[in-house]
């Protein structure tokens, strides 16, 4: 155990396994909280506005607190560090769910876990792009143990709530951020950032260096020049991710209303999360030969071509194959964006950049959660149609925007592979 807080000096494939059981632990709390909270909040006694009011607030508050964190990471001796701070007062901060009563002490203490929870996976990230930047680790042979995880989460939790009712929540919520915390003690340590660059900036034009002058310190909070020029390629991402909104909130209920059971319907995601796993598994070599700008473009057409036929009955085995294109359309566009921050973004600011990506693609998924309510409720399965055509912009973003240009190289385009 003492080893694990001296820096990580070991082989490729021993970072690979510790940051296969970061994310596990990650993941784990997620696939406790994202589908069982709502149902605990129902028990409770919060009426459907009451939910919906709790559930928006936290998510606007993890836009703010994510990138404010994960800038402190870059500047710490150690993102290590800061994973274990945040994750551990996680943990302090699930302890309140078993002792709070009303719905303003449930307020506080969700608004406490979102502060400090909201940057553990971006973290967890670009601790895992620097170890593809110092080791070439491959980063889907670790991620894909995340999405394993919050698989057995659901399944696990499902079983628990089942038996011992919505109450068990707050200690099953509780029992995950405790094996979280136990497991990212593991977390390698690489020692301070380094500031090497592909994009070589002087000094005088880095407006996060600190200045006496209060306007200038406030300039910190925006993104560097490095990671603004990847702008058009992390909307054209966001708006891919934020299109699966509609399918996160209403595909079950879209495919009950079709006539289907509750084991088909289960089915239909484990097919989705099972093709996930694949392809993190194997995505590296398609990467390199498609490029990030390549392999975004056939996500997000595959998306498109996903939401058009989401709103036709294709029977259990159509929606089935449906479900592949997940693979693509959802982890595809989150290993292309690892991939653009890893290949573009000096390892300083690794933490900014995942930082302003979470924060674009958090707002907006949950505009599109919040659109997409109305929709469905007014037009049912040819809402979905909406989602496409978010997508569809997506792609035009990354035709129609010019490809970034490295200045070290005389302009010649910097295609992230």
């Known amino acids: 155990m003492a080893s694990f807080f001296r820096p990580f000096a070991g082989d490729t494939r021993a970072f690979e396994r510790r940051m296969s059981w970061v994310f596990v632990g990650t993941f784990l709390t997620l696939g406790v909280f994202n589908p069982f909270f709502p149902v605990w909040l129902a028990a409770e006694g919060l009426d459907g506005d009451t939910i919906g009011f709790i559930l928006a607030v936290q998510i606007a508050l993890r836009v703010v607190a994510c990138p404010l964190v994960l800038q402190l990471a870059d500047r710490s001796r150690e993102r290590a ?6 994750t551990f007062a996680s943990l302090g901060a699930a302890l309140l769910f078993l002792v709070v009563d009303g719905w303003l002490a449930i307020l506080l203490a969700t608004l406490t876990l979102a502060a400090v929870w909201s940057p553990v996976i971006p973290l967890s990230d670009a601790v895992a792009l620097a170890g593809v930047r110092r080791l070439r680790i491959d980063y889907g042979r670790s991620r894909l143990w995340g999405s394993l995880a919050f698989i057995a989460a659901n399944v696990a939790g499902g079983f628990a709530i089942a038996r011992l009712g919505p109450q068990a929540f707050p200690a099953i919520l509780v029992a995950a951020f405790a094996i979280a915390a136990v497991v990212t ?17 002087a000094p005088t034009n880095e407006p996060w260096v600190p200045t006496a002058s209060f306007q200038r310190r406030l300039r910190r909070l925006a993104p560097a020049p490095d990671v603004r020029l990847m702008l058009p390629m992390l909307l054209a991402i966001g708006l891919v991710q934020a299109s699966h909104a509609l399918l996160n909130g209403f595909g079950s209920l879209q495919w009950s209303k079709l006539g289907y059971s509750s084991a088909e319907i289960g089915i239909f995601w484990a097919i989705g999360v099972v093709a996930e796993v694949v392809l993190f598994r194997f995505a590296a070599k398609p990467m390199q030969r498609l490029g990030v700008r390549g392999f975004v473009i056939v996500a997000g057409l595959a998306c498109v071509l996903r939401w058009v036929l989401f709103t036709i009955d294709l029977g259990v085995a159509g929606f089935a194959l449906l479900q592949l294109t997940h693979a693509l ?10 991939t653009l921050i890893g290949s573009s973004v000096a390892e300083h600011r690794l933490g900014a950049a995942q930082g302003t990506a979470f924060a674009l693609q ?20 040819q809402s979905f149609l909406a989602m496409a055509a978010m997508a569809a912009v997506g792609v035009a973003i990354l035709l129609l925007a010019p490809q970034p240009q490295r200045r070290d190289v005389g302009g010649a385009t910097n295609e992230p592979s």
């Open 329 to 338: 359309t959802f982890a595809g566009t989150h290993i292309a964006l690892q």
């Open 81 to 86: 560090d800061v994973l274990l701070a945040v």
């Open 185 to 201: 003690l593991g977390v390698p340590r690489l020692g301070r950032p380094r500031q090497a660059t592909p994009v070589p900036l």
């Open 362 to 381: 958090t707002t907006l998924m949950a505009s599109a959660t919040f659109g997409g309510g109305f929709l469905y409720t007014a037009f049912g399965a």
